[in-house]
Each structure stands twice: as C-alpha cells, then as structure tokens.
C-alpha cells in the first residue's frame, strides 16, 4: 500500500502552523520531523523533500513537513518568521507528529538553515538522531550569502532587463521576502560547531562540504546534482531524487540504530 498524505493544521490558535503527514502503511517504527530550509530555499526543493518524505513513509517512518510561523502555507506574515520562534515551532511540530505516530522513537531530519536551530533542540526534545541535510554551520555568514545574493539579484540585467540600477527593496527586504527587524540579527547568533550535539548525528552533504567535517557518526556523500539546488534560485530542473537514494537506502538500513536512543 501507498503512504497516506495528509495536511494538517495544529498548534495553538496563536500559532497555528501547517503541515503534511506521510503515514506509512503499516504502525510506524520511527517519526521523522522534517525542518524545512529557510526562505527562497524552501520553495526551490519542496517538491524534492516531499517526495523523500514519502520514500521515507514508504519505508516505515511517519514523516511531518511543516512550516515555520510566518513562511509556507503557515498563519503569520513574513515578519512573524524570527530565528528565535524556530525551535518552538519545531517542538509543536514533534508533538504533533509523536500524536500521530503512537510514540514512534523521533528523527529530526534538518535541511540547511534548519539545522541550526534542529542542532539546539535535538536533545530536550528526547530525539533518538539527528539528520543534518546539508547543513547551515555559521548563522552570521549565512546572513552575509544571502545579502550579498540579494544585492546581486537586484542588479541583474537578467532579471530585471528594463531597470537602470538596482531593483527597489524594503529596509528589511531580503531575497523576496518583507522579514522582521529582528529577523538578520537572532540568525546571526546561531552556529554549529564540531561538538556533539547529545544525540546520534548524520551529516548528508557533498564531499567538499565543511559540515563533512562535523563530529557524526554517520557522514553520507551527495553528489553534486543533489545539492547543487541551494545555490540556484530558477527552477530550470529537479533535483533528482534517483541520486539521493544510496543515502537513503544507507539510513533506512540503519533504522535499529538510529532509533535506539531514544
């Protein structure tokens, strides 16, 4: 049988937050929370996550994608998305998620920016692993990429073929969204260093990666036509889910271990 997709809404109606839940076929022998990348880069691999999550589901891990207050189909405007709400976003998220799956030991799966706030709350949150995607290490240099590709962007002759200068922008503006004052500041005080983080940890990345570098104790190689979509803002392919799956083939392999902690 095919995994059941579901949209849900939950949290607390000041809070009120969306997602999508892959049950598997049969009683799930893990939950997978999966913390979505931030911004443009959210929008540009969403049809690619969603499609590992249903591999996933199809495996026998319930899986939850959700969206941060303020981003996605979620309630809030740009300005409500601040850093600082993400990890309590994600522990409604994992609540929601255990409901669902009668207690299924908990996988937090955290793509790129996402993992800076996964990486904090992994432990108090009782995971039994934590799965880095391509992660996010340094929130200051993060902030830094992003600006400097706004700038870009703004003055493309590409993309705005008819301006003479830079394309208008908000004070707060930053890669299309109207984000909070607060929004460049709390990202910057987020990082990830070579510490565990309490919890078992695998690192997905590409080779080249500094995050390969991570204390993990598991680290699988992407290959290229995999993670190139972070640094691509046109969708002029997919991302081909065909290369990930070695990856995930190697995680699912491992789920008695994965989900022995917690």
């Not at 998305?81 to 993400?86: R, T």
């Not at 949150?125 to 995607?133: D, E, I, K, Q």
């Not at 073929?161 to 922008?169: D, I, N, S, V």
Request: aromatic share 8%.
């Amino acid at each position: 049988m095919e995994p059941i997709l579901q949209p849900v809404y939950f949290g607390p109606p000041a809070r009120r937050l969306f997602g999508v839940h892959h049950a598997p076929a049969e009683p799930p022998r893990g939950a997978v929370l999966m913390c979505p990348p931030l911004l443009n880069e959210h929008f540009r691999s969403y049809r690619f996550f969603s499609q590992i999550a249903s591999q996933l589901a199809g495996a026998g891990l319930a899986c939850l994608r959700f969206d941060y207050l303020g981003t996605g189909d979620s309630d809030g405007g740009d300005d409500q998305f601040n850093p600082a709400d993400c990890g309590l976003d994600i522990a409604l998220a994992a609540e929601e998620l255990r409901r669902r799956s009668g207690g299924a030991p908990l996988i937090l799966v955290a793509i790129r920016g996402s993992a800076l706030f996964a990486h904090r709350e992994a432990e108090n949150l009782g995971a039994s692993a934590l799965w880095l995607w391509q992660p996010v290490l340094d929130g200051a240099g993060y902030v830094q990429s992003l600006e400097k590709r706004d700038r870009f962007e703004r003055g493309s002759r590409y993309r705005y073929p008819l301006l003479r200068g830079m394309a208008a922008a908000g004070p707060q503006d930053l890669m299309g969204f109207a984000l909070s004052e607060r929004f460049r500041s709390e990202l910057a005080t987020y990082s990830i260093d070579r510490e565990a983080c309490g919890v078992p940890m695998a690192v997905l990345a590409h080779p080249d990666d500094p995050a390969m570098q991570l204390a993990a104790d598991a680290r699988l190689e992407l290959p290229a036509s995999v993670t190139a979509w972070s640094d691509e803002l046109d969708l002029t392919s997919l991302i081909p889910l065909r290369d990930a799956r070695d990856a995930l083939e190697a995680l699912v392999s491992d789920i008695p271990r994965w989900t022995a902690h917690g």
